[in-house]
């Protein structure tokens, strides 16, 4: 039997690695590009740790290739959610009505090293570092990337992005007028901040995700193994109220001992943390076609990123990289008809999980803390 022909997979990401795994399992020899170096040998940039709340979604697609175990060993499982009010006693809200069912905190760098492992060893994967994708001719497949050593050309039959939110794949479908593409960006901007371990221990409950909602902002909090939180406070990005508003330590200081009382005393490196960590954008990217020809597809962020409270984004990422398995299945492998399949059936999927993502904002941010939502809750679990 002759081999398939090389699939590009462009960007090695969360979405790109595991794709890579799922398409060499079918014989597929797949080239994986990514612009950045090697990130297992390399620094986490400062305030973009991210960890994640990993789900059952995404557990289903490591599952299938038996990294489940593997990422779970890091895992940090909460039950519930921990509502930091400005004073009084923070309220555990469990997520199910028995209080054992859970979402993962993961970091992002870890499940992404622990993706690249996964597909660099396996023989038909080869990995390309260091290769940014600049050029795209959708209709031969011929790519063009830059390099540290200058511009290098490639070519695949089948070329597949997933490369995050600014997708180049995309963009190359946009500039030959392939697709369009509406982005919507939040006026809302996250910063990291940390609550690093306490006497040893965990400062804060690791079985929960923490939320300080404050309305006009929200603060969030998940564990990490080494017994730290990484925060997140989500706020306007300009305006009286804003990141833009704090120009001082001592205005920090102040903001913080108003709104977020109980955060002060555990995070001492509060101001560094503020002054230095960088404001990240929120968005949602819409797109169609998420294909051209049965040549070029996007998938995960690169076809439909969702701003972050819902914690789906990933794991919807992995669920395309399946759902993609599946119809490869159903069409034989015939590319021309399992990537049109593959949108008809995760598009509306996708739009849902978006317009879920953004409403959740408004309840993280505000109605968690209200009085009819907890006396709810506590009915629901009586
Ligand atoms: P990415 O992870 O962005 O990977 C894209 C890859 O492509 C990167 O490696 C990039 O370097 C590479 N690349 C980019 N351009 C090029 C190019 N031109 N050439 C070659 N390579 C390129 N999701 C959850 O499920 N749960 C959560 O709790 C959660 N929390 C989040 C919190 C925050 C603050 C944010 C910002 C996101 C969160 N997400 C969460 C979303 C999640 O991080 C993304 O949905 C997920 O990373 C998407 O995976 P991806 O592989 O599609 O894209």
Known sequence: MTEPDEIAVVGAGLAGCLLACFLARRGYPVALYERRPDPRTGRVERGRSINLALSERGLDALRRIDLDKQVMADALPMRGRMVHPVTGEPEFQPYSVTGDRAINSISRGALNNALLDAATALPRVRVAFDHRLVGLDPATGAMTFETPQGTVAAS???????????????????GHGLLTESLDFLDYGYKELTVPPRDGDFALDPAALHIWPRGTSMMIALPNPDRSFTCTLFWPTHGTESFASLGSP???VRHFAQHYPDVVPLAPDLVDDYQHNPVGVLGTVRCDPWQVGGTVGLLGDAAHAIVPFYGQGANCAFEDVVALDGCLDECGDDWSAALPLFQRRRQPDAE????MALANFVEMRDRVASPVFRARKRVEHA
Do not use: H, P
């Open 156 to 174: 695949a039959s089948v070329v597949l992005g997933t490369d995050g939110a600014g997708s180049a794949v995309r963009g190359q479908l946009l």
């Open 250 to 252: 001592a205005a920090i």
């Open 352 to 355: 849902a999980i978006a317009r």
